[in-house]
């Protein structure tokens, strides 16, 4: 199985009132993508904000194997959700690991 570990940090035209939406549209990845195990998404409520660095949105995704992990990236879901992105992102850090 994979790991696939994703932070979001957005920009000035990001409207905080959108961030269930992504959280939807991230869980709904689970049933529309093939290969997932497991997948789970929120809105960082750390307290510890010396560590937050402006990441608002977190992601969690469990894989089959490796070539699930692969086919995730060019499937029309997640291209779907990338697409909501656009004009909002600032940044993104991506973890991908066996487990």
């Known amino acids: 199985m994979y790991e696939h ?10 409207e905080p ?5 992504l959280v939807q549209a991230l869980l709904a990845l689970k049933k529309q993508i093939p290969g997932i195990v497991e997948l ?16 608002t949105l977190g992601l969690r995704v469990t894989f089959e194997n490796q070539e699930a992990l692969r086919a995730y990236g060019p ?12 004009g909002i992102l600032e940044n993104v850090v ?6």
């Open 5 to 14: 570990l994703v932070v979001f940090r957005f920009n000035e035209q990001y």
């Open 17 to 21: 009132s959108r961030e269930q939406d």
């Open 40 to 55: 789970t998404a929120g809105v960082n409520v750390t307290e510890e904000q010396e560590n937050v660095h402006g990441y």
């Open 75 to 86: 499937h029309p879901a997640h291209q779907k959700f990338v697409s909501l992105l656009e």
């Open 94 to 99: 991506v973890v991908d690991y066996p487990i």
